[in-house]
């Protein structure tokens, strides 16, 4: 029962997937310049930018950098 409960107020559903939003778009000042780097270099090659970042996915860079640098023209 314990568990039940715990596992009610830590919901697995929208406030996670809102917290971990979040948190991909936290990226040390380190990691956005290297993004910035490959991306001049490769272009939105993300698989091949997130290989440099240990513990980043390629979903989370492109979500990072259309975030940040995606243009509205």
Known sequence: MADLDHSSEDTPGDCREDNSQYSELEFSEDEETLIIRMFNLVGERWS??????P???????????NSRYSTSE
């Open 55 to 65: 513990g980043r996915s390629a979903e989370e860079i492109e979500k990072y950098w």
């Open 48 to 53: 091949l930018i997130a290989g440099r970042i």
